[in-house]
């Protein structure tokens, strides 16, 4: 089994940016990596994912432009690179893999 682990998340003024990490143990081989996240009152969302050998990331609508998914196989670890955040980007945000969700980062931006 997969063990998630995010870090990386903070606190930031709009416009500003943030990387977040999301360490993978266990049974990695070839997984894809998902990032979610669940804003205050709103229901969890899709935001990107990267398979773990291919490399074709795909992206929200609400984020293409702004983020960046990529990964580091070598560090089990995936990245999710936030610039330009916006006050609606504030959210708790969780890597999945093979159905298993980490604890979650939070990620507050400011206006």
């Known amino acids: 089994q997969v063990q998630l682990v995010e870090s990386g998340g903070g606190l930031v003024q709009a416009g500003g940016s943030l990387r977040l990490s999301c360490a993978a143990s266990g049974r990695t081989f070839s997984i894809v990596m998902d990032w979610y996240r669940q804003g205050p009152g709103k229901e969890r969302e899709f935001v990107a994912g990267?398979?773990?050998?291919?490399?074709?990331?795909y992206y929200a609508d609400s984020v293409k432009g702004r983020f960046t998914i990529s990964r580091d196989n070598a560090k089990n670890t995936v990245y999710l690179q936030m610039n330009s955040l916006k006050p609606e980007d504030t959210a708790i945000y969780y890597c999945?893999?093979?159905?298993?969700w980490g604890q979650g980062t939070q990620v507050t931006v400011s206006s």
């Open positions: 999945k893999a093979s159905g298993v």
């Open positions: 990267i398979t773990w050998s291919g490399g074709s990331p």
